[in-house]
């Protein structure tokens, strides 16, 4: 693939929005130093673009610790300074409204489980698209949908105790609905710029030929991108092969709900992290033999195995340090996927907090491998360019470096990985409490299904992936 069809599939592309913490929390304002200049280095040197946007996570937190309407008035003072330097230096912000976390108030009175946390989301959207509407190039309402509803509420993968199962699954419909309102009310505050969300984008690949592994795929697909986007595209929320909603089966719908979780998107972001390789729950014991698994991937399947699918590592695919398998096309499936199920309903998409962050592609020194590193990206960037280039609608390409969310690495992408290197001994962290205690979709578990499965942890063998 030459430079110059790369550079015609991705003109007009947004390149890199930076990311940054809570602007609302001391210190003041990031400057063009620190992180934000390690950032714009590392993808000028990576992809030869600076970029000339900054996007920050607002706080929600600490703008209104004490309830609504009860700001605090040096947090927004602390806001406004950051966007007025921001536009100083000559970029354009970016505001993330929701990062996870609620206010205190809120969580205490049952945070996504219950309805009006909603409502009070719309109206804190609402004061800020008064108060900083005129300088806001770019809204985005949420970084992840998943992350607080159907991994926290559902799960249990984030706070101990909180994961119930499906009954949680009211979570995800409060925080669509919520985004819905929060859309409407950034608009009727005279918010310029563009408004959307971020999902996590799930893709990957049959574990065989097995008709069986193919559906045990589009279940994985239809519990994690459907499960938010049959909502917000569609006006209807996800429906199983029972002919059963499983959030509509939580009483949390009212009339009228749908109406405002469909209102429609200027973008919506894609956050992409690695692809999976799916199988049929009565498959499993044959495609991940007892010699070549993780103890955590056996606490993941036996929860997913209740929704009729399980995971299993790549056969014969090299892995990051945290046992994410390299198939730099796998990227460009997923959207082409999306594309295919949902075509001209999609919004402008942007891909959110992907890259090449990987602390293997550092040396002894401190220094990235950038020539690997630069190859890596090259080869996904140039599968997405191809989507792109038959008219998948991309606006933009947000560059997650080395330096970002290193907790989440450390801490969730290692424990939850595919895989682990051979040279490396496998992460131990505490299982969640809710995972421990087991079932937290207490769905039933076929029979043998992961009984044969030893929790003896070995690497697969590190094979190189050819670039397209």
């Not at 990062?99 to 909603?118: F, H, I, K, V």
């Not at 009310?185 to 690949?205: C, P, Q, S």
Request: with cysteine; net charge negative; charged share 20%.
């Amino acid at each position: 693939m030459s430079d110059g069809f790369l550079y015609e599939s991705f003109r007009g592309v947004d390149w890199g929005v930076a990311t940054a913490d809570t602007i609302a929390a001391p210190p003041p304002p990031p400057e063009r130093g620190g992180h934000f200049r390690q950032w714009t280095d590392d993808v000028r040197q990576l992809v030869g673009v600076t970029p000339d946007a900054h996007r920050m996570v607002v706080g929600w937190p600490r703008l209104q610790p004490d309830g609504p309407g009860a700001w605090d008035r040096q947090a927004l003072d602390r806001c406004d300074r950051a966007l007025d330097s921001l536009l100083e230096l000559g970029l354009k912000p970016g505001l993330t409204l929701l990062d996870r976390s609620l206010p205190p108030w809120l969580e205490a009175s049952g945070g996504w489980l219950a309805r009006d946390t909603a409502e009070h989301f719309a109206a804190f959207a609402a004061e800020l698209g008064r108060r900083f509407g005129d300088r806001v190039t770019r809204w985005n309402t949420s970084t992840d949908l998943a992350g607080p509803t159907l991994a926290d509420h559902v799960a249990g993968m984030y706070t101990p105790g909180r994961g119930i199962g499906r009954a949680g699954l009211s979570t995800v419909h409060h925080i669509l609905l919520a985004n819905g309102l929060a859309t409407q009310a950034l608009r009727a505050a005279g918010a310029g710029g563009r408004i959307g969300t971020t999902v996590t984008l799930v893709g990957g690949y049959p574990a065989t030929d097995d008709p069986f592994d193919r559906l045990a795929l589009e279940r994985l697909e239809s519990w994690t991108n459907r499960l938010f986007l049959d909502p917000m595209l569609l006006g209807e929320h996800m429906v199983t092969e029972d002919d059963v909603s499983p959030v509509e089966a939580t009483g949390c719908v009212h009339p009228g709900d749908l109406e405002i979780i469909v209102t429609a998107q200027d973008m919506l972001g894609l956050s992409w992290h690695t692809p999976f390789r799916v199988t049929a729950p009565e498959n499993l014991p044959h495609v991940l033999p007892a010699d070549k698994c993780l103890g955590t991937l056996n606490e993941v399947n036996r929860l997913l195995v209740g929704l009729g699918f399980a995971i299993t590592p790549f056969d014969d695919v090299e892995t990051t340090a945290y046992g994410w398998p390299l198939i730099p096309e796998a990227l460009a499936d997923a959207v082409a996927d999306l594309h295919d199920l949902y075509g001209e309903l999609l919004p402008p998409l942007s891909i959110i907090d992907n890259g090449m962050g990987d602390l293997d592609l550092v040396d002894e020194t401190g220094h990235s491998d950038d020539t690997r590193r630069r190859a890596l990206l090259r080869a996904r960037l140039t599968w997405l360019g191809r989507v792109i280039a038959r008219g998948v609608p991309v606006c933009g390409y947000e560059y997650w470096s080395v330096l970002d969310n290193l907790e989440a690495k450390f801490r969730y992408t290692r424990l939850y990985a595919m895989a682990v290197p051979d040279h490396e001994p496998p992460p131990r962290p505490p299982m969640p409490s809710d995972w421990v205690r087991g079932g937290a979709f207490a769905g039933p578990v076929p029979s043998g299904a992961v009984a044969s499965l030893t929790l003896v942890p070995t690497g697969p063998r590190a094979q190189s992936v050819g670039a397209p």
